[in-house]
Nanobody, 124 residues
Framework: QSQLVESGGGLVQPGGSLKLACTASGFSLDYYVIGWFRQAPGKEREVVGL??????????HYTDSVKGRFTISRDNAKNTVYLQMNSLKPEDTATYYC???????????????WGQGTQVIVSS
């Protein structure tokens, strides 16, 4: 069964860091674009960042609110994509999801696979 599983969420103080992981089973992430999304209570799900496939390495895109603070990386050997989140703010509180698709820039409903989500709470 092909699936994505996120991990690494939790409670962190403002200014702290967390590293989320998105691990695939049943298929290889080598050929897939990975999107990180988040949904805060009462809000629509939004894109946080994308890891698209370049000729030799990934090409990343980030929403403005996380640029310079969040970083996406891949470990192909572990079939895992990471979201390193630094300088966290209370407004980063949300459930974070990863999703996989064959194309960069797809609409959310076009993604082939979604994880179950992991909760991040930024609070003192």
């Amino acid at each position: 069964q092909s699936q994505l599983v996120e991990s690494g969420g939790g409670l962190v103080q403002p200014g702290g860091s967390l590293k989320l992981a998105c691990t695939a089973s049943g298929f290889s992430l080598d050929y897939y674009v990975i999107g990180w999304f988040r949904q805060a209570p009462g809000k629509e799900r939004e894109v946080v960042g994308l890891s698209c496939l370049g000729s030799t390495d990934q090409i990343t895109h980030y929403t403005d609110s996380v640029k310079g603070r969040f970083t996406i990386s891949r470990d192909n050997a572990k079939n895992t994509v990471y979201l390193q989140m630094n300088s966290l703010k209370p407004e980063d509180t949300a459930t974070y999801y990863c999703a996989a698709d064959l194309h960069c820039g797809s609409y959310q409903d076009e993604y082939d696979y979604w994880g179950q989500g992991t909760q991040v709470i930024v609070s003192s």
